[in-house]
């Protein structure tokens, strides 16, 4: 009797906790996964409205895998002129002062055991919202397409004589994805 009690007992228990670890990861690769950033960025503002473009702020989309995030000193190339009493930019200001990033929070978060490269697909001519939705109508970035292993797969699968997915063809095999 008592066997069986600590046996429900574990089982119940490593199902808890796959709950929790599922919930913890679905939370941030849920589409609409909306972090609150330390500033209050509006890309509908700066690449919407005044149409800054994309890589001028992650300019290593097209030559490197990490499409990086813009450093305060850039955004303080306007913000010397612009907004400068504006309290949503002291942040930035005290950031360039003391060199310490600002602590964005990451939108799209891809599990570690996942490898993506940017510069492989803007190279073959694919559009940043294609992934990520239309975000220069985003006054508080979020997360668009959900990055499911499925959803990768669309276009890296092996030749089925589909012009547009066999193009992926090569990469279609896990270690692609998984090295
Ligand atoms: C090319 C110039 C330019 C760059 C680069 C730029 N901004 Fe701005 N930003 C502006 C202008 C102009 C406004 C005012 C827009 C308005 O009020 O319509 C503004 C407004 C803002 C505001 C105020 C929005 C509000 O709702 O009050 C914040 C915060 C901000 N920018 C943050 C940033 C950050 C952070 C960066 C760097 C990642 C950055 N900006 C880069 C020009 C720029
Ligand atoms: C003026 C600078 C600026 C421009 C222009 C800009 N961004 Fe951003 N972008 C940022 C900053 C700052 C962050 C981090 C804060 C946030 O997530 O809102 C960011 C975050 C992002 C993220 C989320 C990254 C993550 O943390 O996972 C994506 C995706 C993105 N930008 C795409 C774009 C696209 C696509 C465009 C062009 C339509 C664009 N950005 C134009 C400054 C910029
Ligand atoms: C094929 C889909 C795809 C395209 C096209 C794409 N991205 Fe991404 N982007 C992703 C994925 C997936 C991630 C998450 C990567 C990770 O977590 O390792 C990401 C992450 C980011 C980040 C966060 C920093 C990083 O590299 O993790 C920024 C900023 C970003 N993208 C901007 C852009 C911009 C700007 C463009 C267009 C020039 C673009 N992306 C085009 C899929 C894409
Ligand atoms: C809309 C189609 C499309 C989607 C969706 C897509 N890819 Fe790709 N991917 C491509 C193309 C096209 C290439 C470049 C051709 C090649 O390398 O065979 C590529 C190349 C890559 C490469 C580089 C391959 C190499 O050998 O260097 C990696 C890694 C990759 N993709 C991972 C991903 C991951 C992870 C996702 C999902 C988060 C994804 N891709 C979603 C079309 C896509
Ligand atoms: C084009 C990229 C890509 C390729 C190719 C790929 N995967 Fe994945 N895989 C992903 C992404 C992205 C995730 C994380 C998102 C998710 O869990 O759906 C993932 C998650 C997984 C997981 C974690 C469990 C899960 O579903 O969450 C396993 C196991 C896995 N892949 C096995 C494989 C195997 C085996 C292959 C080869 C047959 C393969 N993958 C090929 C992108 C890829």
New binding site residues.
């Given amino acids: 009797m008592k066997k069986i009690y600590k046996r429900t007992f574990v089982l119940y228990l490593l199902i808890m906790i796959v709950l929790v670890v599922v919930g913890c990861?679905k939370n941030t690769?849920e589409v609409g996964y909306k972090p609150h950033q330390p500033v209050s960025f509006s890309h509908k503002t700066h690449a919407g409205t005044m149409k800054i473009n994309c890589k001028y702020c992650h300019s290593t989309a097209d030559t490197a895998a990490h499409a990086s995030l813009p450093s305060s000193r850039s955004c303080i190339e306007c913000h010397r002129l612009f907004e400068k009493d504006n309290p949503k930019l002291e942040l930035v200001y005290n950031s360039t002062e003391t060199g310490a990033a600002l602590a964005w929070i990451s939108v799209c978060n891809?599990?570690d055991?996942?490898y993506?490269n940017h510069s492989a697909h803007i190279k073959n001519g694919m559009d940043c919202a294609a992934c990520h939705g239309k975000v220069e109508t985003m006054k508080q970035t979020f997360l668009a397409i959900e990055?499911?292993?499925?959803?990768?797969?669309e276009?890296?699968q092996p030749d089925n004589g589909n012009t547009e997915t066999s193009k992926?063809a090569s990469?279609?095999?896990?270690s692609?994805?998984?090295r």
């Fill in positions: 990861l690769t891809l599990p055991f996942v993506f990055f499911s292993m499925a959803w990768c797969l276009c890296h992926v990469s279609s095999n896990c692609t994805c998984h």
